[in-house]
């Protein structure tokens, strides 16, 4: 599976497990209740949307972040290769949301904490990694635009995951810092292709 391949799957995964888990549980809304809820072991399917909504996309993400690392240019130092790594970690962190589930009864301890806990390590390692990354890649024209499509999918996260649930609602701004992070995938699946690692 190549890295486009990839990041096209993950939005796609990740949507479709969203509208059909949502279906599933009557009175549920996308725009009051967090996405997690639709895993919750209580829910009618955790098992499989757990892995379509977190697991696949994480997954992939991880693919798609391998493949950049992979692909950077020669001289790209080594700020720009740990945000690369931070990058492989904010994937795999969010594909463990997928198999550390929410228990509905108690969302504030036990083992809703292990789901909050791959949730922060998420929201944490990608603007980190994608904040190195844009600065390291900044000066380098081919791979500017993956750059600033970095610095504003890291920027996104941080206002969506920690200061803007109270203006808009914490169910709405947690799916668009999710969708900055899959689109931001799609683009970093793409930089890069046909250059030389020295020309790059």
């Known amino acids: 599976m190549t890295s486009r391949v990839a990041a096209t ?3 796609l995964s990740f949507l479709a ?3 059909l888990g949502g279906i599933t549980i009557e009175g549920y809304s996308h ?3 967090p996405l997690a809820l639709l895993g919750a072991m209580q829910a009618p399917h955790p098992l499989a949307f ?3 909504a977190f697991v696949l996309p994480g997954a992939a993400g991880a693919w798609v972040a391998g493949g950049l690392r992979a692909r950077l ?3 790209a130092g080594w700020p720009t290769r740990i945000g690369a790594q931070l990058l492989l970690l904010a994937a795999l962190a969010f594909a463990a949301q997928g198999v550390l589930p929410l228990d509905a009864e108690d969302l504030d301890a036990g083992r809703s904490r292990y789901h909050a806990t791959a949730w922060l390590l998420w929201a ?3 603007p980190a990694g994608a904040t190195l990354l844009a600065a390291g890649l900044w000066r380098t024209p081919c791979w500017r635009r993956l750059a600033l499509a970095s610095l504003a999918a890291g920027v996104a996260v ?3 995951g920690f200061l803007a649930s109270g203006w808009i609602g914490a169910a709405l701004v947690q799916r668009a810092a999710f969708l900055a992070w899959l689109g931001w995938g799609v683009l970093a699946a793409a930089a890069g292709r046909g250059l030389s690692r020295g020309a790059a």
Do not use: W
């Open 9 to 11: 799957v993950a939005p």
């Open 17 to 19: 497990a969203a509208l």
């Open 31 to 33: 725009l009051r209740h």
């Open 50 to 52: 757990g892995i379509f």
């Open 73 to 75: 240019p020669a001289m």
């Open 124 to 126: 944490l390692a990608f």
């Open 158 to 160: 941080v206002l969506c």
